[in-house]
């Protein structure tokens, strides 16, 4: 049995790598009428039971039947979130080929999102992928086709578009979205984001610039933990907690909460099929292989707005979050327009979204954050990571997805894969 389980892995590695085309599951939403009875219960398996994969269990409509980690501690945690016996993997694509599995939620650290959710969109699986998408551009690039070419729904785990008081800025996405809609404060705009205006960069995610080879614990697959990665000798900051802080594997702070910062943003500026063409840092040099802090990171889109991200305590305490020609909005959707509320009820509310990823699923309506606006927020996080590690002002072009004249910035939006891995 062993035998035939490498044997099956071989095969799934050998498919991903000659990016065959042809379907070996047959997902339940393509079969008999072309839609899942909305009365069936949809399944779900988790790959990745750490902290953040664990959190994320109890969403209503769902039952989880499969867990899978390269950490049999994790994998022994992950058994236990429910009270019944469910499959464990050890492998991710066992879990991706287990035809009792609708929707695969990626919970792992970000060098491994691609490559995971191409391999489940093939699958015919839907992708309930937590944040960033992706670690480099050219994997959201793919991740995007790959979901649209098999037909997949996707969810990117951040909401605060369309739910929820966006952190410490006190106010719901929504009404910002109808008064930037409406007009009323001018264009362009110029979004601040920092920890004056409500929103914390978690610096604390830096990574140590010498680590001292470790044994690794007999508990932990290091190598398929590492995956794509650069192979780099086992020491315990780099795994679980800590690889945030770490470039092989994720952007420190940026990386972390980029997308939930500046998602909401991408959302009511409408700049959801776009990206900025300019990205600005005043940065210290970045060491090649631990992230490092900044001061600031300034987008520039072609229409003048810019988006401007303050690090740590840097930034006026008194930037408004949105300013414009004609007025600016502060913390609890305070405006300095005159009149401004009775203005505004003039105005049209914002498009409806659908905002539950399991009618998503059932209805193959795209879900609110989907693959292709996720992959811009996702975008403008890679290109502020870009900028940092060169150190100096990057131009880009939002079609052609590529940084102009600039090789060294262009060999990170595709970075090589450590063999035999290939998205």
Request: net charge neutral; with cysteine.
């Amino acid at each position: 049995m062993e035998e035939k389980n490498k044997m099956n892995r071989r095969k799934f590695l050998r498919r991903s790598v000659m990016g065959a085309a042809a379907l070996t599951i047959v997902p339940r939403h393509v079969l008999g009428n072309g839609y899942l009875a909305p009365s069936d219960q949809l399944t779900k398996g988790i790959i990745g039971t750490g902290s953040m994969g664990r959190g994320h269990v109890n969403y209503a409509g769902t039952r989880l039947v499969a867990v899978c980690d390269v950490d049999t501690k994790h994998l022994e945690m992950g058994k236990a979130l429910v009270n019944e016996t469910i499959a464990a993997y050890e492998d991710f694509r066992d879990l991706i080929m287990d035809k009792n599995v609708d929707i695969v939620h990626i919970a792992t650290p970000p060098h491994w999102h691609g490559i995971m959710s191409v391999e489940a969109a093939k699958a015919g699986k839907d992708i309930w992928c937590e944040k960033p998408m992706t670690r480099t551009i050219g994997e959201g690039k793919r991740v995007m086709e790959a979901v649209k070419q098999y037909g997949s729904m996707f969810r990117l785990n951040t909401w605060f578009r369309f739910d929820d008081s966006f952190y410490g800025l006190g106010t719901p996405v929504r009404p910002l979205k109808k008064l930037v809609q409406s007009g009323l404060l001018g264009w362009p705009l110029k979004v601040t984001i920092s920890k004056h205006t409500g929103f914390d960069w978690k610096f604390y995610w830096v990574g140590k610039e010498y680590l001292e080879p470790q044994p690794v614990p007999k508990e932990l697959n290091y190598d398929m933990w590492l995956g794509p990665a650069p192979y780099k000798p086992y020491n315990a900051h780099r795994v679980h907690a800590n690889f945030r802080g770490y470039w092989d594997y994720d952007g420190g702070g940026l990386g972390d909460m980029g997308q939930h910062y500046i998602d909401p943003v991408q959302y009511f500026l409408g700049k959801d099929n776009t990206s900025p063409v300019k990205v600005e840092v005043d940065a210290p040099q970045q060491h090649p292989e631990a992230v490092g802090t900044w001061r600031s990171i300034t987008y520039t889109y072609e229409d003048g707005c810019q988006i401007v991200l303050w690090g740590g305590d840097y930034g006026d305490p008194n930037t408004p979050y949105i300013s414009g020609p004609n007025g600016n909005v502060y913390k609890n959707f305070v405006c300095d327009i005159p009149n401004w509320e009775k203005k505004l009820a003039d105005f049209p509310e914002p498009e409806p979204q659908v905002t539950d990823f399991i009618e998503s699923v059932k209805t193959r309506k795209p879900f609110a954050l989907n693959e292709r606006y996720g992959f811009r927020s996702a975008t403008i996080v890679n290109m502020g990571l870009a900028a940092l590690r060169l150190n100096r002002t990057l131009n880009f072009d939002p079609e052609k997805l590529e940084f102009i004249n600039d090789e060294a910035a262009n060999r990170l939006v595709d970075q090589p894969m450590r063999s035999p891995w290939n998205i």
